[in-house]
């Protein structure tokens, strides 16, 4: 039997079946070969230095301000308050703002873009389904957009999100 953890500075690759999940094999998290991996990963370094954390810094205070006004606002409507969809959409504005430069101003939408979070649960959930089944995801990217939409109302907001908010370099 191998080793399940390792030590720093010992490669390991990572295998098909922890990654079947993703459906995108060119993708950092996807990357099975260990200095592949490492490579696409590094490029990423930039964004989690100290310098780079603390530069959010600011971000991360108008997006709070944002989120307490909202909490308020739907407080005094006395309307419950869905803190799993607030946090969603915080996380949404500073991340969103930290990597493409603009906010998708989840915390003012009515809804704070809750079919749009619902859809990416649905997501993570069909993940352990996707491990199992290796041709799920390859079949799922290859149905046209309007039968997805159907199955999935809810998906028109990722499609939306890949439009319009994603700037086509970063796709």
Request: proline residues 5%; positive net charge; glycine residues 4%.
């Amino acid at each position: 039997m191998g080793n399940i953890f390792t030590t720093a500075g010992k490669r390991r690759n990572k295998t098909a079946f922890a990654t079947n999940i993703f459906g995108v094999s060119q993708a950092a998290v996807a990357t099975i070969d260990h200095d592949l991996h490492r490579q696409r990963r590094n490029a990423f370094a930039r964004f989690f230095s100290k310098d780079s954390v603390r530069r959010v810094e600011p971000i991360i205070r108008a997006a709070l301000k944002d989120m307490f006004t909202r909490i308020e606002t739907d407080q005094g409507l006395e309307q419950p308050v869905t803190l799993s969809l607030v946090f969603s959409a915080f996380t949404s504005e500073i991340i969103t703002q930290y990597c493409f430069g603009r906010s998708p101003r989840f915390l003012h939408a009515p809804d704070l873009n809750k079919q749009f979070f619902d859809m990416m649960i649905g997501v993570h959930e069909m993940g352990a389904m996707a491990r199992q089944f290796s041709w799920l995801m390859p079949l799922l990217d290859a149905l046209p957009q309007w039968l997805t939409l159907k199955l999935d109302p809810g998906t028109a907001k990722y499609y939306e999100h890949i439009e319009v908010r994603i700037p086509p370099a970063c796709r």
